[in-house]
């Protein structure tokens, strides 16, 4: 045994000494055959092109925006904050830091993101963005190390640092520092301060990630690398303590699009370079690398979307109105369009993937799913009487119907259609709050979303996306199926290769009967409850609910087809604040702009499609009338008295659906 270890730790020292020796010969003979190509000067560069899912472009990203300065013109402290950021050993230390790599690589490891930190040096940096294109291969990084080497010998450390800091991109559209400081600060690079300077040097390593027009994020994580950045000035004495403690974090101007970007179609644009991003393309690389990237759009769809929003929502409205559109295949999770906003141009928020508002009443189907799956059927019977007083947790928690309507004892499909509070509190009390919670996880609400298992949940009170709804609502229209959602359906590369194909994820979240009664009770929603509006002219199957909540701060919609989910939500920037008297003198709920912006929508998407049914209700626990009226006590009543009047007779007017 002793022998045939010492045999294998020599077979295994031999084969290495091998390889290293043809690695060594192999980088050398690449070193003599690889010569500097001629520099990009972005001239011939190739625009990346969004399409369509059929390959109808939808817009282009890529224009260069770039104006070149002597390194003699950036002050000093600029150029100290970049070295901070990225090189602080660049007028020492070699063109290739062996160090630098194999640190990068072992964080990476630690991690599990191999494409996370980089060790590549200022020179090798510019090697890449001058004269290589931004494939992510073996092949382009060995020439990138020997291009890098090479540069070394035939420029000084001056003239390298001064091409890099005219040609690195940081981000907005802009290359090189000089733009890049009239774009976020409004000022030429020899205006800047010590402060705005360490934001430019800290953006740079990956603008997509730390530019804080993106999210908030993205402003948590400026903010740390911002300090990153002046502790490593100050380790490299190019700052004083006292300096340094003296420092006020600049304030960043808002970005200002090109023109190409105006309207509806920016917030498509954008979101595709975000989904992007995740899936390790950097906008840098996007903006001169000729990709193609066909998204899962339907210009059908996306159209009929801007056109139901032009001509069914309201007019005349004030700068903190939001309205937003996503709709979904069912059972693949493909957004087939995408409606964030009026003009990109405007503001740069996604009112489709970004904001949030409450979602009012378009919660209560996961109560519906939650007591179905626990045996309660559509025929049981509750109280509508309001107000009613449920215990939340020791606190009397009190619930009023919408204009305090009386709907007495009824049957939990005709409180459905009728979006009745004070049975869906207790519907989902009964159903149990864990599982209310659990419904909507498996039904498309994201743990980034917050749910607290406490009586109000069934009405609504969490802040949800408006995608988060529409893939919710694309579960049950997928008869259970979930499907996470995605926009890249693939990105090719410049030689027409393909670098990437988005993959329908899919599961079965809820058993097809349960998602049979579900859809029975949201199509009587549409055919004589609060959503009329959404079905009116539509000669195919329609289901969906309406979601208003309280002060009519925010409305909803969202509703399925057997083809498509889609939800329509109008919402304010300020969640205090009343959507009513927008577009007219009469109260604003799910059931009016959000419903005739869907019917509008569906009714151009669809067009000429199959009429396709939903499938049969299958009456889970029997056709009989169940009594559910004492299932969840109500406090005392003369409790519940006191909140009709005073300081409560607002809630009147809580979560109309």
């Known amino acids: 045994m002793k022998i045939l270890r010492k045999n294998l730790l020599r077979y295994g020292i031999f084969a290495g000494g091998i390889g290293f020796i043809l690695a060594v010969l192999g980088f050398t003979f690449a070193y003599f055959t690889i010569d500097i190509p001629s520099t990009n000067s972005f001239v011939n560069t190739q625009s990346t092109i969004v399409q369509y899912a059929d390959g109808q472009e939808i817009g282009r990203l890529g224009s260069e925006n770039r104006t070149v300065v002597k390194l003699a013109s950036i002050p000093l402290y600029v150029r100290q904050a970049v070295l901070a950021a990225e090189d602080r050993k660049f007028y020492t230390q070699s063109a290739v830091s062996p160090v630098g790599i194999a640190r990068a690589l072992l964080n990476n490891l630690k991690t599990g993101n191999l494409s996370g930190q980089g060790g590549s040096t200022i020179t090798q940096q510019y090697a890449k963005t001058a004269f290589l294109t931004p494939e992510r291969t073996i092949t382009r990084k060995v020439k990138e190390l020997i291009i890098a080497i090479k540069l070394q010998n035939q420029m000084s450390k001056d003239q390298i640092f001064e091409s890099y800091l005219n040609t690195i991109y940081f981000g907005r559209g802009t290359y090189g520092i000089q733009t890049a400081s009239e774009i976020y600060f409004g000022k030429s690079v020899g205006k800047l301060n010590i402060s705005e300077a360490a934001i430019l040097a800290s953006i740079l390593r990956s603008p997509g990630y730390y530019d804080p027009s993106y999210s908030e994020e993205n402003v948590d994580r400026l903010k740390a690398r911002w300090q990153y950045v002046i502790d490593g000035m100050i ?40 989904e992007l991003a995740k899936l390790g393309f950097e906008e840098a690389d996007l903006q001169s690398g000729g990709y193609v990237i066909r998204t899962t759009l339907e210009k059908k769809n996306q159209e009929a979307a801007v056109r139901a929003m032009d001509s069914r929502g309201p007019k005349n409205t004030p700068e903190s109105y939001h309205q937003a559109l996503v709709s979904i295949r069912a ?10 906003g009026k003009d990109y141009l405007v503001t740069q ?11 009012g009443s378009s919660f209560k189907p996961f109560a519906l799913i939650a007591a179905l799956e626990q045996g309660i059927p559509l025929t049981s ?10 215990d939340d947790y020791g606190k009397p928690y009190p619930v009023f119907n919408y204009a305090n309507e009386q709907e007495g004892e009824i049957n939990l499909l005709a409180a459905t259609a009728h979006s009745i509070n004070t049975i869906f509190v207790p519907l989902g009390i009964a ?36 995608i988060d709804m529409a893939s919710s609502y694309a579960t049950f229209a997928g008869n259970g199926i979930y499907a996470k959602p995605f926009i890249i359906k693939e990105v090719l590369g410049s030689n027409k290769g393909i670098l990437y194909e988005g993959k329908i994820e899919a599961q079965q979240s809820f058993q097809p009967d349960v998602m049979a009664d579900l859809t029975y009770a949201l199509r009587q929603v549409t055919s004589y409850g609060t959503g009329t509006a959404a079905s009116s002219g539509i000669k195919r199957p329609v289901a969906g609910k309406t ?13 399925y087809t057997a083809e498509f989910a889609t939800t329509v939500a109008m919402f304010r920037d300020d969640a205090t604040q009343s959507l009513n008297g927008i577009g007219g003198n009469y109260a604003f709920t799910g059931g009016s702009f959000p419903a005739q ?3 509008k929508y569906t009714k151009l998407a669809q067009k000429g499609m199959p009429k396709t049914p939903f499938p049969k209700p299958a009456n889970i626990g029997g056709t009989e009338p169940i009594s559910y009226i004492e299932a969840v006590p109500t406090l005392d009543p003369e409790l519940a008295g006191k909140y009709e009047s005073g300081a409560t007779k607002k809630k009147k007017l809580a979560n109309r659906g």
């Open 597 to 599: 912006v869907w019917n």
């Open 547 to 559: 979601g208003t909540t309280t002060d009519n701060a925010s409305a909803w919609f969202n509703g």
């Open 381 to 390: 019977v509750w109280d509508g009487q309001s107000p009613q007083v449920f």
């Open 349 to 359: 928020l996604n009112g489709a993937t970004q904001s949030i508002t409450q979602a």
């Open 235 to 274: 380790s490299e004495n190019w700052l004083t303590e006292e300096e340094a403690d003296n420092l006020t974090y600049p304030t960043i101007k808002e970005p200002v699009t090109a023109g190409a970007l105006a309207g509806p179609k920016g917030y498509v644009v954008s979101w595709v370079v975000h």
């Open 431 to 466: 159903a149990g709050l864990d599982n209310f919670v659990d419904v909507a996880r498996r039904a498309g609400i994201p743990n980034t979303i917050a749910l607290m298992p406490t009586p109000s949940i069934s009405l609504g009170v969490a802040s949800p996306h408006v």
């Open 331 to 340: 059972g693949t999770g493909e957004i087939v369009a995408m409606y964030g």
